[in-house]
């Protein structure tokens, strides 16, 4: 019996090691997708955000008078539109996410969490930074390349406070109000 539980033991942990490796890979790869987004973000260029969704992708904005985005070009078209007038603006930007809730049902992952946006005039303008907050879901789906593409990307608009207060989830991508302050003083 005293020979038993050892290897009990073991076999129960190689049964679980396949699992958690698994879990820690599909973190990593779609936690990843969220780096992109944020240096997109803050150099303005939305081209490395067009990998990021794919061809047939739907996004709905914040705002209640836009209609859906539907397709790949449609959503890039959209993105440029805003980061030229953060550009004409001379301004910079940075989005943060805080992912709370991942769901995987086979080849399609689900995030569910808050988003925070830093607006940042130029200097010259003497205007204060800004922030707006959301809420967003966003799902996944590993196409035959082997990559994760986002295919439906939507948001609404919540208090800052919400993004503050969200508790990090291991393994889930969570900015930190470090990286937020930081990136506001590198823009100084």
């Known amino acids: 019996m005293k020979l038993l539980i050892p ?3 073991l076999v129960g942990g190689l049964l679980v090691t396949p699992a958690k490796a698994s879990t820690d890979t599909l973190n990593q790869e779609i936690n990843g ?10 150099e303005l260029n939305s081209d490395p955000l ?27 078209k959209a993105i440029n539109k805003w980061f030229d007038k953060v550009r004409k603006r001379d301004a910079t930007i940075k989005i943060d996410f805080r992912v709370i809730e991942r769901q995987q049902e086979g080849p399609v992952v689900t995030d569910a969490g808050y988003y925070l946006i830093r607006y940042t005039p130029n200097q010259a303008s003497e205007q204060p930074s800004s922030e707006f ?5 966003m799902s996944f789906k590993k196409a035959s390349d082997g990559n994760w593409y986002i295919f439906m990307d939507s948001a609404n608009r919540s208090k ?3 993004f503050y207060a969200a508790s990090a989830e291991p393994g889930l991508y969570f900015s930190s109000p470090t990286e937020i302050m930081a990136a506001e003083v590198n823009q100084d």
Not at 33 to 42: G, Q, R
Not at 65 to 72: A, D, N, Q, T
Request: charged share 20%; aromatic share 14%; proline share 2%.
């Open 50 to 76: 067009m990998t990021l969704y794919s061809a047939d992708a739907c996004l709905m904005g914040v705002s209640a008078e836009s209609e859906f985005i539907r397709g790949r070009e449609a959503i890039n």
């Open 160 to 162: 800052p406070e919400l």
């Open 133 to 137: 907050a959301g809420k967003f879901v």
């Open 7 to 9: 290897i009990l033991a």
């Open 33 to 42: 997708l969220y780096e992109t987004f944020v240096d997109a973000y803050f």
